[in-house]
């Protein structure tokens, strides 16, 4: 009696090219898309919701030379090491001196992405830490790190609906 061997082929190899375009450019250009949407979403919630990102300090005087709201014109986005977006038309007057022009955060990792806001004004960190007294009423400090902890379940959403496939 002879042995007879039954033979199956299978060609895998469309599937797994499809698989590779899925992991190497489909799924990235969803990922840069959905952190743009959500950084941009963070970054303009910093500007105008509450509190809001102090527009000038006690004490401002009229003589100072620093112009009302070079802070608020001074956010940036950065979406994988790329300016994406700013913030300068909220500066109410303000010249966007402060504007980063270039990334300056850590290294991004290969395979990884990221979405970077940052306010580039040379006092931005004081006004966020400190300065109780503000001379906007709906300003305060926290004014960026209360947006992550009050809406940061919605810019994950953002992030997640943006990559649905």
């Given at each position: 009696?002879?042995?007879?061997?039954?033979?199956?082929?299978?060609?895998?190899?469309?599937?797994?090219?499809?698989?590779?375009?899925?992991?190497?450019?489909?799924?990235?250009?969803?990922?840069?898309?959905?952190?743009?949407?959500?950084?941009?979403?963070?970054?303009?919630?910093?500007?105008?919701?509450?509190?809001?990102?102090?527009?000038?300090?006690?004490?401002?005087?009229?003589?100072?030379?620093?112009?009302?709201?070079?802070?608020?014109?001074?956010?940036?986005?950065f979406v994988n090491g790329k300016k994406k977006r700013d913030t300068t038309h909220y500066g109410e007057?303000?010249?966007?001196?402060?504007?980063?022009?270039?990334?300056?955060?850590?290294?991004?990792?290969?395979?990884?992405?990221?979405?970077c806001v940052v306010f580039n004004a040379p006092y931005a960190a004081r006004q966020h830490e400190a300065?109780?007294?503000?001379?906007?009423?709906?300003?305060?400090?926290?004014?960026?790190?209360?947006?992550?902890?009050?809406?940061?379940?919605?810019?994950?959403?953002?992030?997640?609906?943006?990559?649905?496939?």
């Amino acid at each position: 009696m002879s042995s007879d061997i039954a033979k199956f082929e299978l060609d895998t190899s469309r599937v797994m090219r499809n698989l590779l375009l899925l992991n190497t450019v489909i799924m990235p250009a969803k990922v840069k898309a959905g952190l743009t949407a959500a950084g941009n979403r963070f970054m303009i919630d910093t500007v105008i919701g509450l509190p809001t990102t102090p527009i000038k300090r006690p004490g401002y005087g009229i003589l100072s030379t620093r112009k009302a709201g070079e802070l608020r014109a001074s956010g940036a986005l950065f979406v994988n090491g790329k300016k994406k977006r700013d913030t300068t038309h909220y500066g109410e007057g303000a010249t966007g001196k402060y504007q980063a022009t270039v990334y300056g955060g850590t290294r991004i990792l290969p395979m990884s992405q990221e979405a970077c806001v940052v306010f580039n004004a040379p006092y931005a960190a004081r006004q966020h830490e400190a300065f109780l007294a503000k001379t906007e009423q709906t300003a305060g400090i926290h004014y960026m790190s209360e947006k992550l902890h009050t809406n940061g379940v919605e810019y994950m959403h953002i992030i997640a609906r943006t990559i649905r496939l």
